[in-house]
DNA sequence: ATTCATGCAAATCGTTTGCAACCCA
DNA sequence: TGGGTTGCAAACGATTTGCATGAAT
């Protein structure tokens, strides 16, 4: 599946005029080696760096700019003052929606397609057409949950 | 109501100690007065400063901060590249989530309590303890379809 | 009087941009 | 070859911070 996305990033490259170069790749590769890591720009430039000592960070800002513009991943927000990145999966199922523990920062993700029918109604009722959707739960992890009723009792 | 809102956070000032500043209570009302609007830092500091000339932004950002910390305000992100604060309704009715207009900006909200079925799979399904959460739909307005629609038939 | 809060300016941090060198098509 | 692309450094914009002054308790 991997290699899907990357002939189909050749492709838009091609119609667009633009030109398919190394760095390029490589960003995207690092963002497809890593799924669910929400890796920031610095996190991609750092991976990148490894294999590529010479690449320059406002390379993998305008590349990851590119790489939004085409679809091909989009920006996740999770208030800690950085763009995080993920890839965009096929349409059938891109639903999934983030944990956000504020306690230790860990995020897990959750299915659901609970959505729909909601962006339905609010078509119906508001005249607006959804076309995307941010979702984010923010609260406390069960591991977190654990840690802190141990504390409770180490504080007696 | 608003009476309420400024009392609690006397309250709150005294609770922990700090002070019941000039400052502090212009930027609260500034957001009282201003529901609906998700001002930005800098848009609550034009509007303090037209009472207040002598007042200085950080101060607005460091009020802020206070007044996320005691629950009362919290952070919106628009992907405009600056914090927006609201005010927190209390518990009952404070379900309500952004349509994002991705072509002219405009926010709408909407009223909607279906969240609360998920938020309690999450914690069966996961363990996850929600205690809050955001939720933005983007897409594009009625206004801007109808724009659109328009601008089609001039294209020919 | 003490201690917290303020205003100002400088510092910081993520991100963008100008430009000369570079390299893919 | 030529125009998109890169790396670097400088510029930028939002936010934070250090510090001396000022004000609330």
Redesign the pocket.
């Known amino acids: 599946m991997e290699k899907k996305i990357v002939k189909n990033f050749e492709e838009k ?1 091609r119609n667009k ?8 790749q490589a960003v995207l590769s690092a963002i497809i080696d890593n799924q669910g890591r929400h890796l ?3 996190e991609i430039y750092d991976i990148v760096k490894a294999n ?1 000592p ?10 990851l ?1 590119l790489l939004e513009e085409m679809n091909l991943i989009h920006k996740v927000d999770f208030n800690d ?3 995080r990145y993920e890839l965009n999966k096929s349409n059938e199922e891109h639903l999934h929606h983030h944990l956000v523990c504020t306690q230790c920062g860990s995020i897990h993700e959750v299915k659901d397609d609970l959505l729909e029918q909601l962006e339905k109604q609010i078509h119906e009722k508001n005249g607006f057409l959804v076309t995307n959707h941010s979702v984010k739960f923010y609260g406390l992890c069960s591991e977190c949950q654990k840690n802190n009723s141990q504390k409770t009792y180490q504080k007696t």
Chains 1, 2 share one sequence.
């Open positions: 490259l005029g633009y030109r398919n170069t190394e760095q390029r920031s720009t610095e590529s010479d690449i320059g960070l406002a390379t993998v800002y305008r590349t700019l003052g950085r763009s």
